[in-house]
């Protein structure tokens, strides 16, 4: 059984990295079901959620564009 700070790291990681879709599709629901609370209308709630969801999609195609690879720091802070 491997011990140290490399295995326990390698462990928090593939908590993240199997959570984080998770995490972010709730905070995504989350965010909709408030603004639509406050909007009242579905339509004006995906109107104001769109710039997210684009920002969102464009962030995570330019960055392999870019070549930064995605490590534990950058897929945490994705739900933020």
Known sequence: VPVGMP??????TSYV???ILKISLLCFMALFVILWMMFGKALDT???ILPLTM???????VIPLLGVDLNIFSITALPI
Do not use: N, P, R, S
């Not at 920002?55 to 195609?61: K, P």
């Open 17 to 19: 990295k199997e959570d």
């Open 7 to 12: 295995a326990l790291m390698h462990e928090v």
């Open 55 to 61: 920002t969102i999609f464009i962030t995570l195609g």
């Open 46 to 48: 995906i109107i104001a």
